[in-house]
């Protein structure tokens, strides 16, 4: 079996029972590994003997193949922002149903229950502006923790990364190498991104604040970049472990 199809094996715990199997296994494990000249021979033999203590011991082993493909476990923070991504989605409809003259119990009460803790009351002349300014507030809460949610998620797969360059080097550069990790492709569009954002008001905005980047970006251009030099006393080799 290749070296990158195996599974990760548990780990033995240890006891009476388990030392004996190790006891009983060792005098014939001893047979095969003698007869054995390299490190290529020796190696499968190990790895089968590990196994069949596991299985013997009654220890869960993954299947082959999956051991470089890593489970998606949800923290509790993204769960947590995913709930309330879902749950102002849910009052975003809710909200707008009861501003178009929906007035189901189920709805009027979804509604009294947003605006728990406010002055605001159903027979006030103003309602409808208010429900659009929750509308609207719920509409820009959504994206600001989608994108809490993407911070976490990169800083996350940094730390990983970080923490496998100082153990296994090679399995980094392996697992960088494989396609669509690197994010190479086209970005975003400017033309959905300035519709995107002013769509989230129920009022479009058609104004642009930005003027001064292009004045900025222009400026920047006509600036030239001194060159950079590396001396060889500037850097300092320290070997990595696991390469």
């Known amino acids: 079996m290749p070296l990158e199809n195996r599974p990760r094996l548990p780990r033995i715990?240890?006891?009476?029972?388990?030392r004996a199997v190790l006891r009983a296994l060792n005098p014939i494990l001893v047979t095969y590994l003698e007869a054995r000249l390299d490190l290529c021979e020796t190696d499968p033999?190990?790895?089968?003997?590990?196994?069949?203590?596991?299985?013997?011991?009654?220890?869960?082993?993954?299947?082959?193949g999956r051991a470089t493909k890593q489970s998606s476990v949800i923290t509790a923070r993204r769960k947590r922002?995913?709930?309330?991504?879902?749950k102002a989605r849910a009052l975003i409809g809710r909200v707008t149903s009861f501003r178009s003259g929906n007035?189901?119990?189920?709805?009027?009460?979804?509604?009294?229950?947003?605006?728990?803790g406010t002055n605001i009351?159903?027979?006030?002349?103003?309602?409808?502006?208010?429900?659009?300014?929750?509308i609207d507030d719920l509409k820009q809460k959504i994206p600001a923790w989608g994108k809490r949610i993407r911070l976490f998620t990169e800083i996350s797969r940094r730390f990983n990364q970080d923490h496998?360059?100082?153990?296994?080097?090679?399995?980094?550069?392996?697992?960088l190498e494989q396609?669509?990790?690197?994010?190479?492709?086209?970005?975003?569009?400017?033309t959905n991104t300035v519709a995107f954002w002013r769509g989230l008001w129920s009022e479009p905005i058609n104004h642009s604040e930005g003027s001064w980047m292009e004045v900025v970006a222009s400026q920047a251009a006509s600036v030239t970049m001194n060159p950079v030099i590396i001396m060889p006393e500037y850097c300092i080799v320290?070997?990595?472990r696991g390469w």
């Not at 790895?47 to 082993?61: E, L």
């Not at 922002?81 to 879902?86: G, L, P, T, W, Y």
């Not at 007035?103 to 728990?116: E, K, S």
């Open 45 to 64: 033999i190990i790895f089968g003997a590990a196994v069949a203590i596991c299985r013997i011991i009654g220890a869960k082993v993954p299947m082959a």
């Open 103 to 116: 007035n189901r119990p189920r709805v009027v009460g979804t509604v009294r229950m947003a605006f728990a």
């Open 164 to 175: 496998l360059f100082q153990s296994d080097q090679k399995r980094l550069y392996k697992s």
């Open 13 to 18: 715990p240890v006891s009476k029972q388990n």
């Open 81 to 86: 922002f995913e709930d309330r991504i879902a």
């Open 179 to 190: 396609p669509g990790v690197c994010g190479a492709g086209s970005g975003s569009d400017k």
């Open 238 to 240: 320290t070997g990595g």
């Open 121 to 134: 009351s159903f027979s006030q002349p103003d309602i409808t502006q208010k429900l659009t300014e929750h």
